[in-house]
């Protein structure tokens, strides 16, 4: 399992997120420190192609720049998002 918090996204609207943890949960905060998306989730990485990994109780799924959930929490691991090719692991 990873968890990240020092990943960066240049989004289509122009703006960076991070991924930052406030408490026990993760959510994004753009350069200027504003929170995009409020803390939601268990463990979050970095966006790429629009999508993030996101972890919700025991399984990863990948969020929007909107913290909606793209692709429902379902995997054991999950690494950046490609459209092209996603490596998951489910048991």
Do not use: E
Request: charged letters at 15%; hydrophobic letters at 40%.
């Amino acid at each position: 399992m990873f968890q990240c918090s020092c990943g960066i996204f240049q989004a289509n609207q122009g703006k960076t997120l991070h991924p930052v943890q406030s408490g026990a949960k993760f959510g994004y905060m753009d350069r200027s420190g504003k929170m995009i998306i409020s803390p939601q989730f268990d463990a979050a990485g970095s966006f790429a192609n629009g999508l993030a990994p996101v972890r919700l109780g025991a399984k990863w799924g990948y969020a929007d720049t909107k913290g909606i959930l793209a692709i429902s929490p379902q995997f054991d691991l999950a690494d950046p998002f490609s459209p092209k090719m996603v490596w998951r692991w489910s048991g």
